[in-house]
């Protein structure tokens, strides 16, 4: 059980051999052990042998990594040390609290010094002695450095303490057992229903696996904590409340079937995950008690025996039962065979072979598959000996769907990629109902933390119960030089040619595909359905989409499992830095709803665009090999160039097998910088004169020179405009535009902007 037991006391004191006398060997962690593990002997200069102190940075490091593993199994621990330190006695705390363990020292350091020194004299072998001094240094350091609270302190002769007793319950007219509950509240309630709900004089006995599997886990967990407080109700641990401490902190869970379901129920159903806490902090590991001339044992996952010491018993084995999961029969019979008459076990957790309720005289099974459409499993107990089995069925279940091997395999790939994405901090992920978008963070971005998740979280939709993609976008791909890879001498290796070149528009990411929740279309930017930018994009649909086209949008988008990627360039609400006649949408590519980036052909992609009455990215060129990409890059890339006569953001170069790269053009990237030159100027007056050295050429520092005189003095009391302004087009306080585009037409109108109008 989670019971760890520190001894403190110096070298000599007769910590070793009271662990021999009291049969704790087995379950010691002896720093001195692992000493010799580290290191052989060493010869001391009185031409004796010695314990090794040379390694102890390394011998703590094992020794806690070795605590902390049997920690995670519940495992009961002696630690053999002197412990005389205040900071090593803390951390063991630390450690108790993460893993829910209860801390007893057992104090030796009342035992007289002079007492201490003879022993040690005489101790065998000989290697484990050390010099007097060493004994007065420890017994020194026990005046100053204090046990601290929340250790509980026991003499040598005390540790019947700390043992596991049964507790009496026989003042209860009844004692409940209450089996799996998976989820299933209905089922939960209609027991309570049927029975008068809870009562004070009768104890309720919970087997755990409270959670998981079924459709009402919030309503399962909203219960629990209404009545864990109760004086007359225990809750055991199950192997599936490991999930809800995990999630309560702020984590993210291994188990597919939690991540995907469970958790997004325990969100919708408003759960406080600090009540979840406290509630977990309150399941035990065991329910061993009298009753009557009758003793149980109530664990989860069921027991082979009654031990001598069941504090001993590793909570895992507790909570996942003796032997295999298909070992319940065997266990039962064990059981039987191996306890008195008067011993009666009760567990859950396993019933592969559909066991009764009573599996046989002494041992009851409450595993009753509740979840799907099985039964809640209950036993109860009255003064009088009478037992009772209850069934309740669970009329509230999910149908499982029988669904191809091919898209079952494809579930557990997302599955495992949601759990992914969730355990990487530069992932982020929205909740939209039973659809979360998944994005890399501003920070993945300015840090260029690119991996498996960060390149795949860009417009990632999924359908997190369903396991299903509901729409996405590209992955993250990358402009030239920006990455070792995508550095231009790099590119000759890596191109498989001929490679096209379509024209780079530039606005925002919009992507529109099938819900089949709601039989619509889903409409979304790149990290969310709603908000400004999807709101603006949705009108920029309607106004270039028929209903007709629509309708055929969306049935299109069902039959073939597919997103639409679109470019929505707005000049009313969101300008960038291109300046178009109008707002336009441009469909760039119909993207599979698959974890696997695939898409249409550009020849299929345009023809579906056409049908739908929509414009489509340009294909601009198609380059066969790398001369001729040589030179047309550094055509392309000269101040002058212009495509078809107008100024373009740049290219999105494509190879033969896929591969994606960004060629952002000189104009973009001059007024995208003079853009973060504008905002500091109109917000502070000036430019840093860190940044000055930046403007290189006479139109970068005549236009500087001209919007300095836009500048207008803010009023400081209303310097919380400033954000306000940071979002919006046009300044609230002095009406100064913030777009680029509007700012560069104003620059050209102005006297000092006419001379450069040829730029």
Known sequence: MRVLLLLRGSAGCGKSTWIEQNGLKPYTLCADDIRLLCSSPIMNVSGG????????????????????????????????????????MNRYKELCSSYKYRIYCVDFTDIPIDVVKERNRNRLPELKRVPDFVIDKMYSRFQTQKIPSGITVIRPDELDKIWFKPIDLSEYKKVHHIGDIHGCYTALKGYFDNDGGLKDDEFYIFTGDYIDRGIENAEVVNFLISIYTKPNVLLLEGNHERWLWIWANEGVCESKEF????????????????????????????????????IFLVTHGGLSTVPSNITCVATSQMIK???????????????????????????????????????????FNLEGKIETGGYLRC???????????????????????????????????????????????????????????????????????????????????INVPKQKIVARAYEKFFNINERPETKFDMLERRFAFPVTAYVKENGFLGIVSYNEETDALFVTTKSAPDGDFARWFKEM???????????????????????????????KNDPHIIDYPESELFLLDIVYNDLKFKKFEYTEMAKVANELGLKHKTLAYVIESWSDFFDWYYQVT??????????????????????????????YNFWKFMRSISHETLRNGYLNPKRMSALTSPLANQYYSWVKTLYKPRDKTKYHWWKFWKKTNVSKQDNTPRDICTLRKMFYQSETGRLFMNE
């Not at 495992?75 to 005389?84: G, K, P, R």
């Not at 000996?385 to 091997?405: A, H, R, S, Y």
């Not at 898209?407 to 659809?435: H, P, S, T, W, Y």
């Open 638 to 667: 000269s101040e002058d160039y212009e495509y078809d006569g107008r100024k373009i953001e740049g290219f999105v170069i494509e190879d033969t097998n896929g591969y994606m790269v960004k060629l952002k053009l000189h104009y």
């Open 321 to 363: 039962g003796v032997g295999n999961y298909n070992d319940v029969e065997t266990v039962a019979e064990t059981f039987a065979a191996n306890t008195p008459d008067n011993y009666i076990q009760i567990h859950g957790h396993r019933n592969t072979k559909s066991l009764p309720i009573q599996v046989n005289q002494k041992v």
């Open 49 to 88: 042998e010695e314990i090794s102190q040379s390694n102890d940075n390394t011998v703590w490091s094992i020794l806690f990594k070795l605590l902390e593993h049997r920690m995670q199994n519940g495992e009961f621990t002696v630690i053999d040390a002197t412990n005389s330190k205040t900071s090593e």
């Open 259 to 294: 991540e995907l379901k469970t958790r997004y129920q325990l969100n919708k159903g408003g759960v406080s995950k600090k009540d979840v806490r406290q509630l977990y902090r309150r399941l035990c590991q065991c329910a061993y008690y009298k009753y009557g001339d009758k």
């Open 541 to 571: 649909l309607n106004e270039k989409l028929s209903d007709k086209a629509a309708e055929k949008m969306k049935q299109f988008s069902k039959k073939q499992n597919v997103s639409f990627v679109f470019e929505c360039v707005d000049m």
């Open 379 to 461: 036993v109860r107990f009255d003064k009088d000996g009478t037992l009772e089995c209850v069934e309740t069925q669970n009329t509230i279940f999910e149908e499982v769907e029988v669904v191809p091997e091919s898209i079952e395999n494809e579930q557990i790939l997302i599955g495992d990629m949601i759990i992914a994405l969730r355990k990487n901090r530069f992932v982020q992920e929205k909740c939209f109902g039973n659809i979360s978008s998944f994005n890399f963070t501003r920070q993945a971005f300015y840090d260029k933390v690119w991996d498996e998740q960060t390149t795949k979280a860009r417009g990632l939709y």
